[in-house]
């Protein structure tokens, strides 16, 4: 017990240490960031601190700035069990929680369609965007000007315009995304007169704020997602800074505003990550281990057996091919009977275990409401779906494809759409002209990532977990037989 509460009194005196080292109370008003966790909630093996950490990092934070902002950039309402199985609810309930002041939504924040305005009735605080669009007019607020220790802190909110093709299509059906740029100069000349210091919650990527920090003029810090960024130092561009917190809560972003009366004079900031600094805050893991029994009781069903591990790393699904995602791609041919088998890069967010699988591994893998479906392609329309998928090489790209049934070579060298070589279907060249049918998941068919466009007609084979799981467990049964 007296090494706890030593333990405590050190972290606590730490972070008083950086408060006189970069400001006071008295003129500096401290913005905590998350971005990208992606319903990583609890603590990882990957540096993920999980939130019992990160509220503890908090709480010890709001000792020595009781007037601290709390802010996320988005995608955090999906991408693990925890939080899919109550379609963003318990995130949503744990955010509550730690009371966060805003957020903006990120691109797979869309994954449940518009309930997201059922989690955003859930919330606490405001879910701020200004670029979406429903027939012209926002569906969310725009901006918040908050005021702290009399100083008016605007909070402007904007989603990545690749959105549209990032989700399925019908999670975004009949709305429209803004170029990020233009709405924000248009918003921030009017914002900007209200307030003594303008931030950008930013769900755009790295390359989207860079652009909008060195040509926007009134901004004075960006806070960053989807990129997936670490940025140990504020990025210091034209106008802006720009902050990011990694993904996964590897990290929790700090910025301090400092002011000489009402004028910003300074912005600092850092990541706070080392994960034996922090204990857990109780309540939150309380919180936690509630949900987290009916995760396990939903999911710890045994559904198959793997001979060996998979590893499921993003920068590697995204840029080449691997053993897992062409074991995807094979169960999606061998399932249908198709000639070819599609899965992409971006549809697997985790690996899997060697030995016993459990229905919780596979939605792991692939944590999307998903199905698996048909439809006939001509061979000019495939090599031009691979073209789409390394269009981006050898910067990562979620629409990077896998096969089973189909083999090829790329020249990254090429100019874009002049890549793909050597493209065989069985071990014959592609025909161009001739038909072949494709087997692959209902968000590719339907123009994901932008790698099959056009009309087809689409043949639902179930839902792709579903089916996956499926094939697995015959797998057993018949070598049990």
């Not at 319903?39 to 009781?66: C, D, F, Q, W």
């Not at 060249?429 to 990532?449: C, H, M, R, V, W």
């Not at 007609?457 to 792709?464: E, F, R, T, V, W």
Request: with cysteine.
């Amino acid at each position: 017990m007296l090494k706890k509460c030593l333990f405590s009194l050190i972290l606590f005196t730490s972070f008083l240490g950086w408060k006189d080292t970069y400001g006071t109370e008295k003129d500096s008003i401290v913005i905590l960031h998350t971005n990208d966790m992606h319903g990583h909630v609890i603590e990882g093996v990957n540096g993920e601190l999980g939130y019992a950490k990160i509220a503890y990092l908090i709480k010890t934070m709001r000792a020595s700035y009781p007037s601290l902002i709390l802010v996320d950039t988005g995608d955090v309402l999906h991408g693990t069990n925890f939080v899919s199985l109550f379609k963003g609810e318990s995130a949503v309930m744990i955010m509550n929680k730690l009371k966060y002041d805003a957020m903006t939504p990120g691109n797979h924040d869309f994954n449940y369609g518009m309930h997201l305005r059922k989690l955003e009735n859930m919330m606490n605080f405001p879910i701020l965007n200004a670029n979406i669009t429903k027939k012209g007019e926002p569906i969310f607020k725009p901006y918040m000007i908050k005021s702290v220790k009399n100083k008016k802190i605007a909070f402007i909110g904007v989603t990545s315009t690749e959105t549209k093709t990032a989700t399925s299509f019908s999670n975004t059906k009949g709305l429209a995304f803004k170029d990020e740029r233009k709405t924000v100069q248009h918003i921030v000349n009017d914002v900007s007169k209200k307030a003594d210091a303008v931030v950008l919650l930013s769900h755009s990527g790295i390359t989207k704020d860079r652009e909008i920090g060195d040509y926007v003029k009134g901004i004075d810090l960006i806070i960053g997602g989807h990129s997936h960024t670490c940025l140990e130092d504020l990025e210091k561009r034209q106008y802006a800074a720009i902050a990011q917190a990694c993904e996964h809560g590897k990290a929790l972003g700090k910025v301090e505003l400092t002011f000489n009366g009402k004028t910003l004079s300074s912005i600092h900031g850092e990541l706070l990550k080392k994960k034996h600094w922090v204990e857990k805050d109780e309540s939150i893991n309380i919180l936690i281990s509630r949900y987290n029994k009916k995760v396990e009781k939903h999911f710890n069903k045994k559904v198959g057996y793997s001979s060996s591990a998979f590893k499921g790393e993003r920068k590697t699904l995204r840029t080449k091919g691997t053993p897992l995602g062409y074991y995807l791609a094979d169960i999606l041919k061998q399932r249908t009977g198709a000639d070819i088998g599609f899965i992409n890069g971006g549809a697997i967010r985790d690996g899997w275990p060697q030995g016993v699988l459990t229905r919780g591994d596979i939605y792991n893998v692939i944590p999307f409401e998903d199905r698996m479906v048909t439809f006939q392609a001509e061979g000019a329309d495939i090599k031009k779906a691979l073209e789409n998928g390394v269009s981006r090489y050898p910067k990562e790209h979620g629409g990077f494809l896998h096969a089973s049934g189909l083999s090829f070579a790329f020249k990254p060298e090429y100019p874009k759409g002049k890549r793909v070589r050597n493209v065989k279907v069985g071990g014959i060249p592609l025909q161009e002209k001739e038909s072949y049918l494709i087997s692959t998941t209902s968000f590719l068919a339907n123009g994901g990532d932008g790698i099959f466009t056009g009309t087809k007609k689409i043949h639902d084979k179930g839902a792709l977990q579903e089916e996956i799981i499926d094939y697995l467990s015959s797998q057993v049964r018949s070598r049990n037989k």
